[in-house]
């Protein structure tokens, strides 16, 4: 089995450099992954499947670059019925009644590895999607919240790398509650609304990350993780800071998940947000 690969960046300047969990073949997932989850840390799974997904058809699918590296808006449900498809599955040479076939049987088979995952969360609203291009150094970031999540769900987001030929690549850096201990002083953090989840976080990030110093590309430590074909994992995009090094060929599963249904709701980040 190939095994999800940690480095760890020694300037990290935090008592814990890196939180993360870690479940092997043999660890049982079902049912057992809340705390995990709810942490927000990065939680990797190897060796372990979601039974039904046929990993050879996208592996033999043709690798897809787009011009200047640019992001291409995932493919979801939605994407792929409209008609034309998008312009991204002609780029490749899909067959797209072939694929969206595809995508419907794998949302079916990801619902079910959920519900064996998490069957104690009450879940508003899920969603499968693909990422294809490959994507090369993008920016370090925090996901904002959208205006549609206004606190009452926590969204989980599980990928799965469906390439057999590279690894995918992410490094991670500090998490709100670290930039906030960090640079409170520095970037004077005592000014962001620890009322309003939206504002802080982007707020923190154009203060922290985005700023006028670059630290997004030349300053702030990174651990790297390094995804094998087939690893599984997630981590709260909203609370650690995070950047694709490279990648293809990546499904990612979205659920929507009822606060209230949450095991560990002191953990939920507007909640962390408002402890700080
Ligand atoms: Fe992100």
Same mark, same amino acid.
Do not use: Y
């Given at each position: 089995m190939l095994k999800t690969q940690i480095a760890i960046?020694?300037?990290?300047?935090?008592?814990?450099?890196l939180d993360y969990h870690y479940y092997g073949?043999?660890?049982?997932i079902y049912d057992t992954m809340y705390e995990a989850f709810e942490s927000g840390e990065p939680v990797i799974i190897d060796g372990h499947t979601v039974d039904g997904i046929d990993m050879d058809y996208y592996s033999n699918l043709p690798e897809w670059y787009t011009d200047k590296n640019a992001w291409v808006k995932p493919w979801y449900l939605s994407d792929l019925k409209r008609?034309?498809?998008?312009a991204s599955t002609k780029d490749m040479g899909l067959d797209g009644e072939e694929f969206l076939k595809r995508h419907r049987k794998d949302q079916k088979h990801w619902d079910a590895f959920f519900d064996q995952c998490f069957p104690k969360y009450t879940v508003n609203a899920r969603m499968l999607s693909h990422r294809y291009n490959q994507l090369v150094q993008n920016n370090l970031h925090l996901d904002l919240p959208d205006e549609?999540?206004?606190?009452?769900d926590h969204q989980i987001r599980m990928f799965l790398?469906?390439?057999?030929k590279k690894p995918r690549i992410l490094a991670f850096s500090y998490s709100v509650e670290q930039y906030f201990r960090l640079y409170y002083d520095e970037k004077s953090? =005592?000014? #962001?609304?620890?009322?309003n989840y939206h504002s802080f976080i982007k707020e923190l990030r154009d203060r922290c990350i985005w700023n006028e110093d670059k630290w997004d590309q030349f300053h702030l430590p990174r651990h790297y993780i390094t995804f094998p074909p087939g690893s599984m994992w997630f981590f709260n995009a909203q609370w650690i800071s995070h950047q694709i090094i490279f990648g293809n060929k990546l499904q990612c599963y979205e659920a929507d998940i009822?606060? =209230?249904? #949450?095991?560990?709701?002191?953990?939920?980040v507007p909640n962390r947000i408002a402890q700080l």
């Open positions: 960046d020694p300037e990290a300047r935090c008592s814990n450099k073949p043999n660890d049982n008609e034309p498809m998008p549609e999540h206004t606190g009452n790398n469906l390439d057999r953090l =005592d000014q #962001l609304d620890k009322t009822e606060v =209230d249904s #949450l095991q560990f709701p002191e953990l939920g």
